[in-house]
């Protein structure tokens, strides 16, 4: 197919999961729900660390981000998601595919980028107590947040610039969104360059926050054995639980999808859920339900408000 032709497709067509109608009033109510769980549980997590002065230390503050992170994960897709499984046609403008695209994998490398500096803000607190005000002062962790975006930002647009996509494989996705991975299986031409650099990228944007993050708990249960006390041990991991579960969530399931490239192109979607929806929806609840810092800040507010 020459150029001209290819210029010609404006549409693509995501084939969703399933198209048996109660199949799919199933998955629109049930991932409405979850939306619906990850816009509140998310609001209320920054809302609840805006409004608590005790809550305004670097922790929370880098769990903002992660809200704020997973809101517009979400948003990117589970609009669409919802608004194909109630439509006859599955349609997404190949403009609109790219933006998603683009959207999506900016954010996933800031979440991939800020779970690692979480790790790290627990390895300051836990092994370096009497310098973490001066280790994780305000100024350096805004440095750090601003490097994190325009990192992402860079890393996310890099593929595109490289090669510029053109489609003439057809314009079916087998997904529900545009996964790049998905996108990659329609373009044209000589895509050999472009998939040497992601398969850097995976390993920069994975495979190092995992092993930095590795590391950090490493010393971080070094250290830990290092208290006598088997409460102290217990106060100063139970801030650490939290993120474990979210980064076994997330990064088992990114680096069952990217590492193992277009060899899985067929479950990609379901696996992409996990990152996509499940985890964002579970984030706020892991780091309320099991921090008593929260869950005494938002009692806080509940008695100021319901005194008012």
């Known amino acids: 197919m020459d150029n001209g032709n290819q210029s010609l497709l404006k549409e693509l067509i995501l084939i969703g999961f399933s198209q048996h109608p109660q199949t799919r009033i199933l998955l629109s109510i049930l991932f409405l729900f979850m939306y619906i769980f990850t816009i509140q549980g998310n609001c209320f997590l920054i809302f609840t660390v805006i409004v608590s002065p005790q809550l305004h230390t670097p922790m929370y503050y880098f769990l903002c981000n992660l809200s704020f992170i997973d809101l517009l994960f979400t948003s990117c897709s589970i609009p669409k998601i919802l608004h194909d499984e109630f439509s006859n046609r599955r349609t997404i403008s190949v403009t609109g595919c790219l933006t998603q695209m683009n959207l999506a994998l900016f954010l996933g490398i800031a979440e991939c980028m800020l779970l690692a500096i979480m790790a790290y803000d627990r390895y300051i607190a836990i092994c370096f107590p009497l310098y973490y005000t001066v280790i994780m002062s305000w100024r350096v962790c805004n440095r750090i947040t ?74 971080i249960i070094a250290s830990l054995l290092g208290i006598h006390s088997a409460y102290g041990r217990s ?37 992409s859920l996990t990152y996509g929806v499940v985890t964002p929806v579970l984030n706020p609840f892991i780091y309320s339900l099991r921090n008593k810092e929260v869950k005494e800040a938002f009692k806080k507010i509940l008695s100021k408000y319901s005194v008012m």
């Open 235 to 271: 106060k100063a991991f139970s801030t650490c639980v939290s993120h474990l579960t979210v980064v076994i969530m997330f990064y088992g399931t990114s680096m069952t999808m990217y590492m193992g490239q277009a060899r899985f192109s067929s479950t990609l979607k379901y696996i």
């Open 146 to 219: 601003v490097v994190m975006w325009s990192g992402s930002f860079i890393l996310s647009r890099v593929p595109t610039i490289i090669k510029p996509l053109v489609f003439c494989r057809g314009n079916q996705l087998n997904h529900v969104a545009c996964e790049i991975l998905v996108v990659l299986e329609l373009a044209c031409g000589d895509l050999s360059t472009l998939k040497t650099f992601m398969f850097f990228q995976t390993f920069f944007v994975l495979i190092s926050p995992l092993v930095f993050i590795v590391v950090s708990y490493i010393c």
